[in-house]
């Protein structure tokens, strides 16, 4: 079976400091791979999807990048956090195209920016 | 652009009640209408998947209606239990997925 892992759980944060998450899924190959962000009174916000390794697809311009050194790993980065980066961020693969590719989300990752 | 709104943002019930929870969408050129189930601080869960050319989906005690012309689904809840407890998420495939705000539902025992 399939599961997905994402670390680390919670992280605090100053403003400026650099950031990375990381998402590993397993029990699947050449998965599509996902990142979400949620933010208080929002709903999910597709930050970045990819296809296949090195291939990165942004949604919303920011200050975070992705990448995707490994079939299996997909990777949230910033060199420099802002306030508004706080949330709670998800990952999530899917597998096969459209229109049955469900997607399945990880156990999400609590950031705060101070 | 697609948005996604789900009616009520909050729902109280004692437990044993039939509830329907409400999403609806501005673009009906779908692919498929999914329902999530999130706990406190978790990731989510996939409940239902409905395809575009299909009119309902059950699990369980969970019974997912869609009506594409109109721009609805409705996730329909039977006997409520106290686990049920959780924030309800709809979410429509187009051109890819966009989620409504959710609906928190609290069942009390």
């Known amino acids: 079976s399939q599961t997905i892992h994402q670390w680390p759980a919670t992280l605090v944060q100053p403003v400026g400091s650099p950031l990375s998450l990381e998402c590993t899924v397993e029990g699947t190959s050449n998965p599509n791979l996902y990142w979400y962000r949620q933010a208080a009174g929002r709903g999910l916000q597709l930050l970045f999807y990819s296809v296949g390794i090195g291939q990165i697809s942004s949604e919303v311009p920011q200050n975070l990048s992705a990448s995707r050194p490994q079939d299996r790993q997909f990777i949230l980065s910033s060199k420099k956090l802002l306030l508004s980066d706080s949330g709670f961020y998800l990952c999530?693969?899917?597998?096969?195209?459209?229109?049955?590719?469900?997607?399945?989300f990880g156990p999400g990752t609590r950031l705060t920016v101070l | 652009k697609q948005e996604v709104t789900q009616i009520p943002a909050a729902l109280s019930v004692p437990e044993g009640e039939n509830l329907v929870l409400n999403c609806s969408f501005t673009d009906s050129a779908i692919y498929n209408l999914q329902w999530f189930r999130q706990d406190p601080g978790k990731g989510l869960t996939s409940l239902l998947l409905?395809?575009?050319?299909?009119r309902e989906q059950t699990s369980g005690r969970l019974n997912a209606s869609l009506d594409k012309s109109s721009g609805r689904s409705t996730l329909y809840i039977a006997a409520s239990q106290p686990g049920d407890s959780a924030t309800y998420l709809c979410?429509?495939?187009?051109?890819?997925?966009?989620f409504g705000k959710g609906t928190k539902l609290t069942v009390n025992p």
């Open positions: 409905i395809q575009s050319s299909q």
């Open positions: 999530a693969w899917s597998f096969g195209g459209l229109p049955t590719d469900t997607q399945y």
């Open positions: 979410a429509v495939r187009s051109e890819k997925l966009v």
